[in-house]
């Protein structure tokens, strides 16, 4: 097997070509395109992140708002069943005092 010269210089000068093709037409508008892309990318991090931070105040403030409503109901639940068992007590001595009034006259 012989490496014929004429081929390899050929070859070495085919690839030089191409390389400089490439670096004086390519290589920098693709450059130019990654670190548009990269800087996209740092946006869209930063705005994920904004974007979890408002859904954790958001979550926050839901539990919070949804806390105080429970406890709301809760007095109010507590509250109406006192006034409904001073409501029951007075009824109750109404008619035992009626009763009473009834069994005398």
């Known amino acids: 097997m012989q490496i014929d010269i004429f081929v390899l210089l050929a070859q070495l000068v085919n690839f030089a070509l191409l390389y400089y093709v490439f670096k004086k037409f390519i290589a ?15 946006k869209l991090e930063k705005a994920d992140e904004h974007y979890q931070e408002k859904m954790q105040l958001a979550e ?3 539990q919070e708002m949804l806390d105080n409503a429970k406890k709301t109901s809760r007095k109010l639940v507590k509250e109406s069943e006192e006034l409904a068992k ?3 007590e007075k009824i109750t001595k109404k008619a035992h005092d009626d009763a009473m009034l009834v069994l005398e006259g």
């Open 60 to 62: 926050k403030e839901r």
């Open 28 to 42: 920098d508008k693709l450059l130019v395109r990654l670190e548009e892309r990269e800087e996209q990318l740092k």
């Open 86 to 88: 001073t409501k029951a």
